[in-house]
T-cell receptor, first 118, second 115 residues
Framework: AQKITQTQPGMFVQEKEAVTLDCTYD???????LFWYKQPSSGEMIFLIY??????QNATEGRYSLNFQKARKSANLVISASQLGDSAMYFC???????????????FGQGTILTVHP | EPEVTQTPSHQVTQMGQEVILRCVPI?????FYWYRQILGQKVEFLVS????????KSEIFDDQFSVERPDGSNFTLKIRSTKLEDSAMYFC?????????????FGQGTRLTVV
């Protein structure tokens, strides 16, 4: 079974509108972290936002927020006020493990290509 | 702002040749990783390195691969005898002391093409 599932291969949004990129995860660990990375066409991986499994508040970083629904095992990324520069591939990723057994390996989803239209 | 640096940015090599991909992680980080991304596919974990030894590796990381931290700054990935299917973008990443709740900082990647 996939540990991280991103069901939207591609998404389109109008500039200045908000968009939600879906991510569901599968883990039996109680302690885990969820991350979103942006990969523009130039190829680098840019960290956007982090949510810990014990965090009760949804994480926010500027225009990015993470809609964390623990019971549903979902961690959707919301981008508000989209900009042309937001056009990129977006990856959801998870770190599992606690109690000293984790060395921080990230498991990535398949990614969602976001295209922002003017 | 500190960053992870990878060299070279592009490498073309003949099948069967050895390649070494180099990385300089962020200086106070303790956990180091290599990931790869075959064109158009998701990012896959290869190996993690902590306290001067491999802490975890994936099924992809077979005997053809090795990692080394030869000095206090560099972190290298060696592919002993490259195959066509090794063509991919290779990312180095590093994390601070508590990787569970801090992000991994990625380098800009090395695009390896095996011909």
């Amino acid at each position: 079974a996939q540990k991280i599932t991103q069901t939207q291969p591609g998404m389109f949004v109008q500039e200045k509108e908000a968009v939600t990129l879906d991510c569901t995860y599968d883990t039996s660990d109680q302690s885990y972290g969820l991350f979103w990375y942006k990969q523009p066409s130039s190829g680098e991986m840019i960290f956007l936002i982090y949510q810990g499994s014990y965090d009760e508040q949804n994480a926010t970083e500027g225009r990015y927020s993470l809609n964390f629904q623990k019971a549903r095992k979902s961690a959707n990324l919301v981008i508000s006020a989209s900009q042309l520069g937001d056009s990129a591939m977006y990856f959801c990723a998870m770190r599992e493990g606690a109690g000293g057994t984790s060395y921080g390996k990230l498991t990535f989803g398949q990614g969602t290509i976001l295209t922002v239209h003017p | 702002e500190p960053e992870v640096t990878q060299t070279p940015s592009h490498q073309v090599t003949q099948m069967g040749q050895e390649v070494i991909l180099r990385c300089v992680p962020i200086s106070n980080h303790l956990y180091f990783y290599w990931y790869r991304q075959i064109l158009g596919q998701k990012v896959e974990f290869l190996v993690s390195f902590y306290n001067n030894e491999i802490s975890e590796k994936s099924e992809i990381f077979d005997d053809q691969f090795s990692v080394e931290r030869p000095d206090g700054s560099n972190f290298t990935l060696k592919i002993r005898s490259t195959k066509l299917e090794d063509s991919a973008m290779y990312f180095c990443a590093s994390s601070a002391a508590s990787p569970m709740n801090t992000e991994a900082f990625f380098g800009q990647g090395t695009r390896l093409t095996v011909v």
